[in-house]
């Protein structure tokens, strides 16, 4: 017996994040390959959305924009939406009182950070309380609540009394990421050091990993710094050691240039503990970039034997080995981590959720 999986995407015309738009078309497309004979992949779009991702056979294109759709269906007021199986890649859904038992209507949504209850000053108010009340939608009426790791399964339980529907379906890096064929160029327009490490995490964590840099002599590029945060980040460098003429505050980067600075990047390290999927350190395993991270159990689940987990205050000497001897083996490491992670397998899982469901 056949079925229809309806994914909603609601991010193909206005993209509010970058990362869960791109992995809502990479997990289309894996679900579209990795279809059970007889099941096809339909869309649910926002209005003037257009879905140019090959094999969606069916596109159900609703009456209002993404922003008014956000808006409704943290209201509960999900018309047009119908029946089904709903799939949504985000907290983004139509979480709605139905009936799974006998009119076959699922809805499984996608939380891929916990930002909204670890470190709520980095976000937006509006974008806290939006991700919230979805979250208290999805207790109420979400068949499945996926999370990419096991340890944000036992994070998220913290929040949100949600029993054995929490399911656990990793990401995968950007389908095609590459080093660009005009790398250099791309490095020398974004103005890059000769010799640097790559950071990423929230200031607390970068503070560290600007330590580690200056302990290292080395020069540290941080990525998707927020807007009108280089002054700070700067000056955080500065009082961790690390010259600001030394520290390179970029915030968020197409994919062939985050592609052409982690490729030449002695290391990269991770110095965010919190629940959040590591996109960045997936895209560094993926180009086998020596990985260096802070321990805690997203890094455990993520990268495990694929770098090195250590303390804050052991980073220096991590980022020290990593810089010489330890290069070329965690390279090799990171590379045969990396490669265990594919959309096409967490698209079988997905089909497998529904049909367990």
């Given amino acids: 017996m056949g079925a229809q999986l309806r994914v909603v995407l609601d991010q193909i015309v206005s993209v509010v994040d970058a990362d869960q738009a791109r992995a809502a078309r990479d997990l289309t497309a894996g679900l579209i390959a990795m279809a059970p004979r007889d099941c096809t992949v339909d869309a649910i779009v926002p209005s003037g959305a257009d879905v140019d991702i090959d094999g969606v056979v069916e596109v159900r294109r609703l009456a209002l924009g993404r922003r008014e759709l956000a808006a409704s269906w943290q209201l509960g007021l999900a018309p047009g939406v119908g029946a089904g199986l709903i799939h949504a890649p985000s907290l983004m859904a139509p979480l709605v009182k139905h009936d799974r038992l006998h009119d076959n209507h699922q809805i499984a949504i996608t939380v891929w950070d916990l930002n909204a209850w670890e470190a709520p000053q980095t976000l937006p108010k509006s974008t806290v309380a939006w991700q919230r009340g979805m979250l208290r939608r999805a207790v109420k009426h979400a068949d499945a609540v996926i999370v990419p790791t096991h340890a944000m399964a036992q994070r998220i339980s913290e929040f949100a009394k949600l029993g054995d529907r929490v399911r656990v379906i990793a990401g995968a890096p950007p389908s095609g990421f590459a080093v660009p064929v005009d790398g250099v160029g791309r490095r020398r327009a974004l103005s890059m050091p000769e010799r640097y490490i790559v950071l990423s995490g929230a200031p607390d964590g970068l503070e560290h990993g600007f330590r580690a840099a200056a302990a290292a002599d080395v020069d540290a590029v941080v ?83 694929g770098g090195v987990l250590v303390a804050v205050d052991d980073l220096p000497d991590a980022v020290t080995d990593a810089l010489g001897a330890g290069r070329t083996r965690l390279g090799v490491l990171a590379g045969d981590r990396g490669r265990a992670f594919s959309w096409a397998s967490s698209a079988e899982r997905v089909w497998t959720l529904h049909s367990d469901l």
């Fill in 223 to 305: 990525m998707d710094a927020a807007d009108g945060t280089e002054p700070q980040l700067a000056d955080l460098a500065a009082a961790a050691g690390l010259p600001e003429r030394r520290a390179h505050i970029r915030g968020a980067l197409p994919a062939e240039d985050r592609a052409a600075v982690l490729a030449e990047a002695s290391a990269f390290v991770a110095t965010n503990a919190l629940a959040a999927w590591p996109w960045r350190a997936m895209e560094a395993m993926t180009l086998s970039v020596p990985i260096i991270a802070v321990e805690s159990g997203m890094h455990r689940d993520t990268i495990a034997e």
